[in-house]
């Protein structure tokens, strides 16, 4: 006569098994859901992660299958339902419900030092990456200066609608945007001073309807001027990705932008270092800009190191035709190094929302 196994036991068993990153074990963490045995002790179960992008996806599977095996023996299959409920910066009874952006559950601000080093096109590729991993996503071009989120979608004559007073967002490739060249002719110049700029600002915070959102990508000007204090003080940011190349004097403004951040108690969630060499024809690396030094400052400035992303015809060519090279060369080296910087980040993120929620609980 065969044991029948009860959930109790399941429970039990999976209850050994320790989320690598927050250290608790999975049912402690509300991680298990949908425990079933049918009559032949065949054992399903769904592990509810804190990201679908969550790089240790397989092994907290394997581990689970593991544990089942060992505690029961007399299981005769294991079913694994992988999911996924993103977690919030605002998820404890101290947060502050009123906020702006209310339905917007984590923020990030992808910034650098000065122009010309990528950043635009990193955010483009970020948001992309990370909508194709299933998550709700939202980008929004803070650059009132020099709009680029419309040229690098291929939307460069749409514009945005208004439905109850509020701006709706356009959205193509999973990602909602907003910008400020879907609201002026694209060959207007914006000449605002400071008050001006951050007004604006606060207008696209206050006045756009993205409904829910897992992530916002705020896609800021270079530099460390009104507009980047104004969001610092406005939103409840996660942390920012700055974006650098390996030359002297881009890192020299990178360390300003450490430093605002800093000041503003705005978290850094690492530093990716763009256009880090050129690959010649035989294979060989010329490294134009310089070599490592974006990966050497964020090891002086105790900073996380995100990856490097090397000079690629492909990337312009993405951003000038509207199809961000993601999702053109899924499968290249540079978009495996997009997608583990994405995946590093959202791991950060989770890490800290579930300390925040523990401490504020």
Known sequence: M????????????????????LKKDLVTLGMIADVKIDTSNTVS???ILTTPACPLKEQIKQSCIDAVRTYLPEVKAIEVTMSSKITSSCNHHKCNHNRPLKNVKNIIAVASGKGG?????????????LAKTGAKVGLIDAD?????IPTMFGLIDAKVEVADKNLIPLEKYGVKLMSIGFLIDTDTAVIWRGPMASSAIKQLINEVDWQELDYLIF??????GDIQITLAQTIPLNGAIIITTPQDVALTDVSKTVSMFRKVDVPILGLVE???????????KDYIFGLHGGEIFAKTH?????????????IREGGDTGTPYVLEHPRS??????????????????????QLSTEQS
Request: charged share 15%.
């Open 2 to 21: 065969s044991v029948i196994v009860e959930e109790a036991q399941i429970i039990k068993a999976l209850s050994s098994v320790i989320e690598p990153d």
């Open 45 to 47: 179960f769904t592990v």
């Open 117 to 129: 080093v990528g950043k635009s096109t990193f955010a483009v590729n970020l948001a992309v990456t």
């Open 144 to 148: 009132l200066y020099g709009p680029s």
């Open 219 to 224: 896609d800021l000007p270079p530099g460390t």
């Open 274 to 284: 763009n256009m880090s060499y050129y690959e010649l024809p035989d294979g060989t």
């Open 302 to 314: 105790g900073l996380e190191f995100l990856g490097s992303i090397p000079i690629d015809r492909q």
């Open 333 to 354: 080296a540079t978009s495996e190094a997009i997608n583990q910087a994405m995946m590093t980040v959202v791991r950060r993120i989770s890490i800290t929302n579930a």
